[in-house]
């Protein structure tokens, strides 16, 4: 497969704010290359579907497997996706090409009537989210807080957070709100709160078979991101979890006073949906070492105990 000459690629994206923030991204760097494109809409099951909480419906591939058949079936030529959708394993002839530069990977707290309690760790809370993993860590930070689930894209959220004044506040990716100029909206960072594995990065999906295309795509790859997010994913499939587990991981790139060289951090958790059980894993490693750290990282945690663990969330 390769590219005919003058022509005009199109991109897959979904329908959201968000979704179109990211895909124009795309749109522009692959411009500066001197590749035209233009977008091509698609609603994913995700999408249609708002009311079902994440965990039931799945988690694996439900924002992605609408643009992987217009992959497939020719309608689209690449595809952008927030990383952290895709599932870590991939039937289908299609191959991530690119990686873009990472946004500010943290959860914040959207808390509309203030955080006066943020300090307190035995608040009785009202707090909303969709995802696993935030419930989990939250509720490991503030057990005494019940937990509601909302669905919706990054303004449906908000809106209904405004709106519902029993509750305290509402977890977001921090990426999410700063890219589409909503960031005054946080009123916190959980930075004690590990993200999702490769929060905050956008993956360039296209068909395998498609060399020409691959290469031009590999000129968007962000090097330290894709290292990253790798080790992360690693960890995420070694785990044998979906997007939905109660699972964070993060890795990046920080100095090392002691010898001066630049190290790679690595870190994460796994969780019960109460927070009261966890497997955790803090290390500096080089970046040689990267290409099997979150697997083994992975390894050492199961081998702990956390086997059983992922065994019974599995199971719910």
């Not at 968000?18 to 760097?29: E, S, Y």
């Not at 909206?185 to 498609?210: K, R, T």
């Not at 070694?238 to 587990?245: F, K, L, P, T, W």
Request: glycine letters at 6%; aromatic letters at 6%; a negative charge.
């Amino acid at each position: 497969m390769g590219i005919p000459d003058k022509a005009m690629l199109k991109i897959g994206t979904r329908d959201s704010e968000l979704a179109l923030w990211q895909a124009k991204k795309i749109q522009a760097d692959l411009a500066e290359i001197s590749i035209e494109t233009e977008l091509v809409l698609i609603k994913s099951a995700g999408d249609i579907d708002l009311k079902t909480p994440l965990s039931e419906l799945g988690g694996k591939g439900i924002f992605t497997k609408a643009l992987d058949h217009a992959l497939l079936d020719g309608r689209i030529d690449l595809a952008v996706h927030s990383y952290k959708d895709l599932p870590t394993e991939q039937p289908l002839p299609l191959v991530v090409a690119a990686i873009s530069e990472r946004e500010d990977p943290r959860d914040v707290l959207v808390a509309p009537r203030g955080t006066d309690w943020i300090e307190d760790a035995g608040a009785t809370l009202v707090i909303a989210t969709g995802s696993n993993r935030r419930r989990a860590q939250w509720m490991a930070k503030y057990p005494n807080s019940s937990i509601e689930d909302i669905r919706g894209n990054v303004n449906t959220r908000l809106a209904k957070t405004s709106a519902n004044t029993h509750w305290n506040g509402c977890i977001f990716a921090a990426a999410g709100l700063k890219r589409i100029g909503l960031n005054a909206n946080i009123s916190a960072y959980l930075d004690w709160m590990i993200p999702a594995p490769a929060q905050g990065a956008l993956a360039v999906m296209c068909h395998e078979e498609n060399h020409a295309l691959r290469e031009q795509l590999a000129a968007l790859n962000h090097k330290e991101t894709a290292i990253c997010t790798d080790i992360e994913r690693q960890f995420l499939n070694e785990m044998e979890a979906g997007c939905s587990a109660p699972l964070g991981a993060y890795a990046r790139y920080e100095d090392n006073e002691k010898d001066g060289d630049i190290d790679i951090v690595f870190e994460a958790v796994v969780m019960d949906l109460l927070g009261k059980k966890h497997f955790s894993v803090s290390q500096r490693i080089k970046e040689h070492e990267a290409i099997d750290a979150g697997r083994i990282a992975a390894r050492e945690l199961l081998d702990e105990g956390a086997a059983e663990l992922m065994k019974f969330i599995q199971q719910k």
